[in-house]
């Protein structure tokens, strides 16, 4: 009879060994494993971030690029008036000169 108590003794005092180092290995993975998952969280914070600034520049660009195709078509509007007007003015300045291209004179 002590044979049989004797035997699971033992083998209680090793199993009780091996349970505690079992869970100070699990408590290490879960600090390990939580650890990283915050980690991971972090640099994800940082990626949405980057991303949400990208769209940012990206519709300020855009919004940018749009100003300044409208203000093109604005100083190219301006240039041909400016033009038709350089041409209206020299034909004015022929016609004021009159024929021969002398400037008419009040006593002429």
Do not use: C
């Not at 003794?9 to 699990?26: F, G, K, S």
């Not at 022929?94 to 004179?105: A, E, V």
């Amino acid at each position: 009879m002590q044979i049989f108590t004797a035997f699971p003794l033992e083998h209680e005092a090793e199993i009780q060994d091996n349970l505690t180092r079992l869970n100070v290995a699990l408590k290490k993975a879960e600090t390990d494993y939580l650890d990283a998952m915050r980690k991971r969280e972090t640099v994800q914070a940082a990626v949405n971030a980057q991303v949400t600034n990208l769209e940012i520049v990206r519709h300020t660009a855009r919004n940018e690029t749009e100003h300044l195709q409208k203000k093109s078509a604005e100083v190219s509007a301006l240039r041909s008036t400016l033009a038709v007007d350089e041409r209206e003015r020299e034909v004015r300045l022929t016609q004021l000169k009159g024929p021969g291209g002398r400037n008419p004179s009040f006593w002429s």
